[in-house]
């Protein structure tokens, strides 16, 4: 059994650790650094949501739910607390009316560059020293494992993280 001071410092360190772990470490640092950057204009935790939101005006409650993985009451109960924060506004389909669209408000526009810019920012830092070729390695094999996955009973969603350009 291995003492607390064998424990290896990677999260992604052999292949007895879950990978989760280290996914789950790298996502929480991310987070944390995308969190500070946001203090200025208290965004709390949603900015990815508000960046999707903010760039595409057809954004349903349904594909929310969807792209972040969580079930339809969770999402409501998100877009209620952005809507009470002045962030978003439900408005109905015109062409379907049981389909509400999730718009950003002109709060949410008039920081969404930024938004957009600390991704950028964080996702360059994020890949300092790597080369085209292994950038998009990553991306690829991260792809192949979430395939993978997906082939797994318990996996109900399908994502895919963009290849950068």
Known sequence: ???????????FADEETPLYF???TLAKTYYGVASKQFEDINLDKYF?????????ENMTQQCLAKYFGID???????????????????????????????????KTLKFAPKISQVFIDI????????????KNTFYDLTNRMLDNLGKLPANKYELKIEKRK
């Open 123 to 134: 996702n360059k830092a994020a890949f300092d020293g790597f080369t085209e070729k292994e």
């Open 72 to 106: 339809k009451a969770m999402i409501v109960r998100v877009i209620d607390y952005l809507s009470e924060k002045g962030l978003v506004k439900r408005e109905i389909n015109p062409k379907d009316r049981r389909e509400h669209r999730i718009v950003a408000t002109k």
């Open 22 to 24: 280290g996914f789950k």
């Open 48 to 56: 990815l949501l508000l960046s999707l939101v903010s760039k595409n």
């Open 1 to 11: 059994m291995k003492t607390t001071r064998e424990l290896p410092l990677a999260p």
